[in-house]
Structures are given as structure tokens and as C-alpha cells.
């Protein structure tokens, strides 16, 4: 009984030795064999890989089905329920312009009344332009425009994006213009909010936020209050948007701009005519004196001291019954 045992214990012994030899060899010659013939094994790898592509497409197609025809459905009853916004929102906004029509045949008669323009002064016309990024330029934070002079823009023409004001010219040659953004560390903006008119200046800072200085009436400004240009500087026009105001933790009024939600690729210049200085001269006095025919020293009487001068008393002339009255 024992020694069947014992030769039962040496024969498992020697099987399990000789499959851990065997194994040995094959792995080594699996080994090899990869290194050797890497070509071949990936080659191989490839088309299976391939074929198992194939079948998992073929495999699939149901299930892409379903998933394109539930994505359908969602598609057709969100597009319904947007309908349904739309024609709320241009209901509410036949309403504004209506309004915003009266409003402006309204101040059409006050301006003619009164003689003045109350207009924002922001031109009609606009000159459409590719921005480029300038990289070796003079300031941190500018770009080129592919027009200039022969196209009409001049110094200080502002620069729009679809979402709001890009900056304005500083440089403008004969077929291209540098323009000043407003995150420079060298621009200043005369801004007011929306909402309470209160002014400030928006300065740049080199970095993604400007922000506002000079602030007139700091308890009228608001986190989420719009801010457009009001035109005080004489450089760009009333009303031309620009951000919105966001009150960081130390107390700062930065402005979130809105030409930073978008890729900027075009854009447009509005050639704003600013008031004019006043001449240093605007009346050379020899050429009116000459133009006029008056002489040096000569007083000229102006009509109304002719119409309010007092005239001389003359006597009435005789009365014809008493000159024919008997003495």
C-alpha cells in the first residue's frame, strides 16, 4: 500500500515536471518566433482585425437603425416645441417693433420741432473686412484688417464683430489698418451701462477681462449690467455694444466682452464722422472786410440798430386850413 503510493506521488511529480518543460519550450519558441517573423504576424493581426470590422459593421446595422429612429422622434418633438418658441418670440417682438416704430416717428416730429439730431449717430453704412492676428506687432494685443484709405476707413473708425465691438483703427495705410483692441493694455473707452446711464472708462489690461475705471456713480453699476459706448470721448459712437459687467471678489467691475464668444474671421468698420475741432482761424477778417466794401475805421450800422435807431423830431409840416386862415 505504501509503496504504491510512493510511486503514484513520483509519476505526478515527473508529469508535472515534464509539462512545465514543455511549456517552457513553447514559450520560448513562441518567443522567437515573434521576434523573427514580426512581418508575417502583423500582416496577419491586420486582416483578422480587418475581417472582425467587417462583421461587427454587419452585426451592428440594427441597432444603428433603432438608435437613428429614436433620435428622429426626439428630433421631430424638440423641433415642435421650438415652433412653439419661435412663434411666441416673434409675436413679443412684432409687438417691439411696433413700438420701437412709433417711438421713432415720434422723435422724428420732436427733432424737426425742435431742430436738433437726436440721432446715436451710428452709420448706416459699414465696410466689411478679413481680421487677421498680429503676432511682431507694436502692442499686445492688436490685428490687421485687409483694407484701408481706398476703401474709406480712417483713424478711429470702430470695429465690430457680429457679437459686439472688437476695438478701433489706429493705423491706416493705403490697403490694410491696424486696430487696437479693447484687452490692450493701451486702450480707453468711454462706456455707460444700459440700464442706469452711469459712465466710466473701460481700461485694458492685457488680459482676457477689461476693466472699468473712472466710475461715475459706482452704487448705479450691477453685476449683469450692459455696457455700450457712450460716445462722451468723441471717438466712437453712442450705443455700440460692448459686454457685460461681471463684480469680482476684490470689488473690480470687469467686463466680460461679447467679441470673445466667437471665432472673430470678418468683421465690420463703421466710418464715424467725429465732430470736427474748431479752426484756429475761421475768419480772415482782411478778405471779409474787402468782400464787404468797408473800409478800416468804418462803422457799419447792423439792420437791427437801423430798425430800433431813434429818428430825429421834425417840425409837422403847416397844416393847410390854418395857413389859409384869416389874419
Known amino acids: 500500500m505504501v509503496g504504491s503510493r510512493g510511486k503514484s506521488f513520483r509519476v505526478k511529480r515527473r508529469n508535472s515536471r515534464l509539462t512545465f518543460v514543455v511549456l517552457l519550450l513553447l514559450s520560448i519558441v513562441l518567443f522567437l518566433g515573434s521576434r523573427g517573423y514580426d512581418d ?8 483578422i482585425e480587418g475581417l472582425g470590422a467587417t462583421v461587427l459593421s454587419y452585426t ?3 441597432i444603428r437603425g433603432f438608435e437613428n429612429f429614436s433620435s428622429d422622434v426626439r428630433k421631430r418633438f424638440r ?22 416704430n412709433a417711438l421713432a416717428i415720434k422723435l422724428a416730429r420732436f427733432e424737426k420741432i425742435f431742430g436738433v439730431d437726436a440721432g446715436s449717430g451710428i452709420p448706416e453704412r459699414k465696410i466689411a473686412a478679413r481680421v487677421v492676428s ?8 492688436s490685428a490687421l484688417l485687409n483694407v484701408g484709405a481706398n476703401s474709406g476707413v480712417t483713424e478711429g473708425n470702430a470695429v465690430m464683430t457680429i457679437d459686439g465691438l472688437l476695438g ?30 452711469a459712465r466710466a472708462i473701460m481700461v485694458g489690461r492685457n488680459t ?34 460692448i459686454g457685460t459687467v461681471t463684480i469680482s471678489d476684490d470689488g473690480d467691475y470687469n467686463v466680460i466682452l461679447y467679441s470673445r464668444q466667437s471665432y472673430v474671421d470678418w468683421v465690420w468698420v463703421y466710418p464715424y464722422e467725429k465732430i470736427a475741432t474748431p479752426e ?3 475768419i480772415d ?21 437801423q430798425n430800433f435807431a431813434p429818428t430825429q423830431a421834425t417840425d409837422p409840416a403847416p397844416n393847410s386850413t390854418e395857413a389859409n386862415r384869416p389874419q
Do not use: C, Y
Not at 134 to 141: A, K, L, S, Y
Not at 223 to 228: K, R, Y
Open 60 to 62: 451592428t446595422l440594427p
Open 79 to 100: 423641433a415642435h416645441s421650438e415652433n412653439e418658441a419661435l412663434r411666441q418670440e416673434i409675436s413679443r417682438l412684432s409687438d417691439v417693433e411696433a413700438r420701437a
Open 40 to 47: 508575417g504576424f502583423r500582416k496577419s493581426r491586420t486582416e
Open 280 to 282: 484756429e482761424n475761421p
Open 168 to 197: 478701433h483703427v489706429i493705423r491706416v495705410g493705403k490697403r490694410s489698418a491696424r486696430i487696437l483692441k479693447l484687452e490692450d493694455l493701451n486702450s480707453r473707452i468711454a462706456v455707460m451701462s444700459k440700464e442706469s446711464q
Open 134 to 141: 498680429e503676432i511682431d506687432g507694436p502692442f499686445v494685443r
Open 285 to 305: 477778417d482782411n478778405s471779409s472786410a474787402g468782400s464787404s466794401g468797408v473800409s478800416d475805421g468804418e462803422t457799419v450800422q447792423s439792420p437791427s440798430d
Open 208 to 241: 482676457r477681462f477689461p476693466q472699468l475705471s473712472f466710475i461715475s456713480g459706482a452704487s448705479n453699476w450691477s453685476d449683469g449690467d450692459v455696457v455700450i459706448t457712450s460716445g462722451d470721448d468723441g471717438l466712437l459712437p453712442t450705443g455700440l455694444p
